[in-house]
């Protein structure tokens, strides 16, 4: 199993940036995603989830109007598109899922800074 984040950047209050989780080594379309979060010095929280099929999405109150998840089964990824960042939004961003038996699994992170 291997989930690799990519699209973590610099940005300024209000920008906008899309991030993408490469999935491989296991059936994709049959797991519900997830975007985390983690700000330095505070636990991770939970941020957003997508159903296998792509068809329900729940957010953190956080972010709800302004992050958007998705995924595309045909090519294993799923997706974090973020408007109107918020330096509160600067934090390391992992995908994650979780499988019965082996628990959950997480990428490596992709760091995301908001800052003028």
């Known amino acids: 199993v291997q989930l690799v984040e990519s699209g973590g950047d610099s940005v300024q209050p209000g920008g906008s940036l899309r991030l993408s989780c490469a999935a491989s080594?296991?059936?994709?379309?049959?797991?519900?995603m997830s975007w985390y979060r983690q700000a330095p010095g505070k636990e991770r929280e939970w941020v957003a989830d997508i159903s296998s099929a792509g068809d329900s999405r729940n957010y953190v109150d956080s972010v709800k109007g302004r992050f958007t998840i998705s995924r595309d089964n045909a090519k294993n990824t799923v997706y974090l598109q973020m408007n109107s960042l918020e330096p509160e939004d600067t934090a390391v961003y992992y995908c994650?899922?979780?499988?019965?038996?082996?628990?959950?699994?997480w990428g490596q992170g992709t760091q995301v800074t908001v800052s003028s």
């Open positions: 994650s899922f979780w499988r019965q038996g082996p628990g959950r699994y």
């Open positions: 080594g296991f059936t994709f379309s049959n797991y519900a």
